[in-house]
């Protein structure tokens, strides 16, 4: 069975420092990777994609990956109150129409 | 590009009754979309892949004689939850692929299902 984990926090990080999530996976043939926020009561918005190991960035997020690790993360440089979310790790192992084994989430506060 | 509309935002119903949820791709053609649930504090669990013009694909353990999935064109996907009881109370999220972005889902606003 695929699994996706994540530390479920909540983690509380400064505004302005950088915030690291952290996500490990299961499925070995796992190739998409993704991570989603989501606000209460809200669907999840995509952040990030990633598909091949080492790190991808895009403005103030950066996604970094590790396949031999099975580990995949999300670094929030200058982190903003709006930040504070629950972020989502979600994993595909591709094919094209399977749908996403998500992890829990982790809670993410950011302290003004 | 890549809007995915779901309706209704939220619903109450008397437990017995059926609702209806309908997820529409607005401007592009989506063969498959599939249908998430979550509840409070947990994540998306994957009920089923709804694929047009053919029978959707439950996951283990959603009945499918309960939710029912019907994806009669390449734009429009249902859900209907059948004799709702208060335990199918939860967040129901809709979600297509849009193929030139690869594997990429992109979800609908949600509906919120609150069975009395």
């Known amino acids: 069975q695929k699994e996706v984990e994540q530390n479920s926090g909540p983690l509380s990080v400064p505004e302005g420092a950088i915030a690291s999530l952290n996500c490990t996976y299961s499925d070995r043939v796992s190739q998409s990777f993704f991570w989603y926020r989501q606000y209460s009561g809200k669907s999840p918005e995509l952040i990030m994609s990633?598909?091949?190991?080492g790190d991808k960035e895009d403005g103030r997020f950066t996604a970094q990956l590790n396949k031999a690790s099975q580990y995949v993360s999300l670094l929030i440089r200058d982190s903003q109150p709006s930040d504070s979310a629950t972020y989502l790790c979600a994993v595909s192992s591709g094919g094209g129409a399977d749908g996403l084994t998500f992890g829990k989430g982790t809670h993410l506060i950011i302290q003004p | 590009g890549a809007v995915v509309s779901q309706h209704p935002s939220w619903v109450i119903c008397k437990s017995g009754t059926s609702v209806k949820i309908e997820c529409r791709s607005l401007?592009?053609?989506?063969?498959?979309m599939f249908w998430y649930r979550q509840f409070p504090k947990q994540s998306l669990m994957l009920m089923a892949t709804s694929n047009e013009g053919s029978k959707a694909t439950y996951e283990q353990g959603v009945e499918k004689d309960k939710f029912l999935i019907n994806h009669a064109s390449l734009t429009l996907s249902t859900l209907t939850v059948t004799s709702a009881h208060p335990e199918d109370s939860s967040f129901y999220i809709c979600?297509?692929?849009?193929?030139?972005?690869?594997?990429?889902?992109?979800f609908g606003s949600g509906t919120q299902l609150s069975v009395l």
């Open positions: 979600s297509a692929k849009f193929s030139p972005l690869g594997e990429k889902l992109f």
């Open positions: 401007d592009f053609q989506a063969t498959t």
């Open positions: 990633i598909y091949s190991n």
